[in-house]
Nanobody, 121 residues
Framework: QVQLVESGGGLVQAGGSLRLSCAAS????????MGWYRQAPGKQRELVAT???????NYTDSVKGRFFISRDNAKNTVYLQMNSLKPEDTAVYYC???????????????WGQGTQVTVSS
């Protein structure tokens, strides 16, 4: 089994910062792309940022220059540093990882349970 556990969400005032973490555990052979998605009430889940196994990053336009994704391969962890937060960033944030499990020849995508981020104006 593979588990992705997010942490670091909470309530913050506009202009503040939060750092999300997502730690993966289980019988994992290798990681590929990892990323963060978010879903606001009444909206579809959307991509926030991704980071490849080689460290290449990709961001949705609305967070460029404010959010920064990073990963620590030794700890099987991906981070999302969120700065200059806005009320429209309020959502449940989900971690996603494309990985191979030990003994399984193909990659699958796994999701965390989500962590709430609320930005007050």
């Amino acid at each position: 089994q593979v588990q992705l556990v997010e942490s670091g969400g909470g309530l913050v005032q506009a202009g503040g910062s939060l750092r999300l973490s997502c730690a993966a555990s289980g019988s994992i052979f290798s990681f590929n792309t990892m990323g963060w998605y978010r879903q606001a009430p009444g909206k579809q889940r959307e991509l926030v940022a991704t980071i490849s196994s080689g460290g290449s990053t990709n961001y949705t336009d609305s967070v460029k220059g404010r959010f920064f994704i990073s990963r620590d391969n030794a700890k099987n962890t991906v981070y999302l540093q969120m700065n200059s937060l806005k009320p429209e960033d309020t959502a449940v944030y989900y971690c996603n990882a494309q990985l191979r499990r030990v003994g399984v020849p193909v990659e699958y995508r796994y999701w965390g349970q989500g962590t709430q981020v609320t930005v007050s104006s």
